[in-house]
């Protein structure tokens, strides 16, 4: 990782150094229970940033950077969560700021930079789990979510087209698992989408996952480009610039999964579902 990804994230010319192994993320967990706004099954912690010794400690609150473990349930949980975040920024889609470090274990942990702080000032956010009242994350559809942006964004035709090149970017990657709390509005300058979060290649460790956790066109799987361009048809997205963003991009997209820290089992398989997704929805190479 270069000097400049820990300028950017953590103002240091280096990594900082993380006093935790993997067997203590749950119990240090387990302390802030009820402390902490950050859900979810997967283990987290809420850390900040000690500068004086250049180091990421756990606290309840003031959090800086959200820590995501290893799971045993799912191998390569952070490098997965890494790579795809690597690759949605690199093809112009907004994410904060992230890395890998090693815990004391050697094992890597995700870090990510909360985008819903600005120093000690809490930018407050809304997920669509929290807009649409929804009490089952996984019941209903991508248009729903599409048409409360619409009403909801002070620039509804630009969110709603970041908000579509997301649900393709999903979808190319192999994520299943973009439930309601994956999408997010700010208020802050306006009312506008957050950037992207928790994107993985959920295909990877669950081959029968589904396409999509959401439906789209009354579908969450087998999906194909008449669904997406019915999506984008609903949206009032214009027909020019739907997926450009997408032309031609595997193969960077390829090489950075080939320089990410995934198995080289995993990088393979990981091609392969981006391959396979190009074709269906008919996006050129």
């Known amino acids: ?81 890494n790579c795809c975040m690597d690759i949605a920024e690199n093809i112009g889609i907004e994410v904060p700021p992230h890395c890998l470090l090693s815990l004391t274990d050697g094992s890597l942990a995700y ?7 600005i120093g000690q000032d809490k930018i407050h956010q809304e997920t ?17 979510i599409g048409s409360k942006l619409k009403q909801a964004s002070s620039v509804p035709g630009l969110d709603v087209q970041l908000f579509f090149e997301r649900v393709v970017f999903n979808f190319l990657v192999g994520n299943g698992d973009a439930h309601f709390k994956n999408y997010s509005i700010s208020y802050h300058n306006g009312i506008r989408l957050s950037p992207a979060y928790d994107i993985v290649c959920s295909k990877l460790v669950i081959s029968t996952d589904t396409d999509s956790a959401l439906t789209i066109n009354g579908k969450n799987d087998k999906l194909d480009r008449k669904d997406f361009d019915a999506l984008a048809d609903y949206l009032e997205i214009p027909v020019r610039i739907r997926y450009e963003k997408f032309f031609g991009k595997i193969e960077l997209m390829n090489n950075l999964i080939k320089t990410c820290k995934l198995s080289g089992e995993f990088q393979g398989k990981f091609i392969e579902i981006i391959s396979s997704r190009y074709t269906r929805i008919e996006i050129p190479q």
């Open 128 to 144: 669509f789990s929290q807009i649409l009242g929804k009490k089952d994350k996984y019941s209903g559809s991508v248009e729903q």
């Open 111 to 117: 870090i990510v930079k909360r985008f819903d702080r």
């Open 1 to 81: 990782m270069s000097t400049e990804l820990f300028k950017k994230l953590f103002g240091l010319d280096q990594a900082p150094i993380i006093r935790l192994s993997l067997q203590d993320i749950p119990l240090k967990a387990q302390e802030m229970v009820g402390k902490m706004s950050i859900s979810g099954v997967q283990p987290k912690l809420s850390i900040k940033l000690d500068k004086t010794k250049a180091e990421l400690i756990s606290v309840a609150g003031e959090g800086e950077y959200i820590l995501k473990p290893q799971t045993q349930a799912f191998p390569n949980t952070p490098e997965n969560e």
